[in-house]
C-alpha cells in the first residue's frame, strides 16, 4: 500500500461524501460511478471498499458495546436508519467485498 498525500485522501474523502448524498437520493443499491472519480478511485471495485470501510468505521466509533442493551440496540437502529443507502449498496455487492481473517472461517 503506498502512502498517499493530504490532497489524495481529501479527494478521496469528497468522492465518499459525494457517493453517499448520491445513495441517499437513488436508494436502489447501485454504487455510484462516474469518470470523475478515477482521478481518486482505480475503479468502483476501490470505492466500494473504502464505502464498506466507512461504515465499518462508523459503527466500531459510534456503537458503545458497554451501553445497556436497549440503548445499544437503539444506537444500532439509528445507525441503520441514517445510513440505509450505503447499506443497501454494500449488501448488493456482500460478494465481492474482501472479508476479513475472522470471516473467512468454512
Not at 455510484?32 to 470505492?47: F, I, R, T
Amino acid at each position: 500500500m503506498s502512502d498517499m498525500t493530504w490532497t489524495e485522501t481529501n479527494r478521496r474523502q469528497q468522492v465518499l461524501r459525494e457517493v453517499r448524498a448520491v445513495a441517499d437520493v437513488r436508494r436502489d443499491g447501485v454504487l455510484p460511478w462516474c469518470d470523475d472519480y478515477a482521478d481518486a478511485y482505480a475503479g468502483p471495485e476501490d470505492l466500494l471498499r473504502d464505502l464498506d470501510c466507512f461504515w465499518r468505521i462508523t459503527v466500531e466509533a459510534q456503537v458503545d458495546t458497554n451501553l445497556d442493551e436497549i440503548p445499544l440496540e437503539d444506537r444500532r437502529v439509528q445507525l441503520f436508519r441514517q445510513n440505509e443507502a450505503v447499506l443497501r449498496i454494500l449488501d448488493a455487492h456482500r460478494e465481492s467485498l474482501p472479508r476479513r481473517e475472522h470471516e473467512l472461517a468454512a
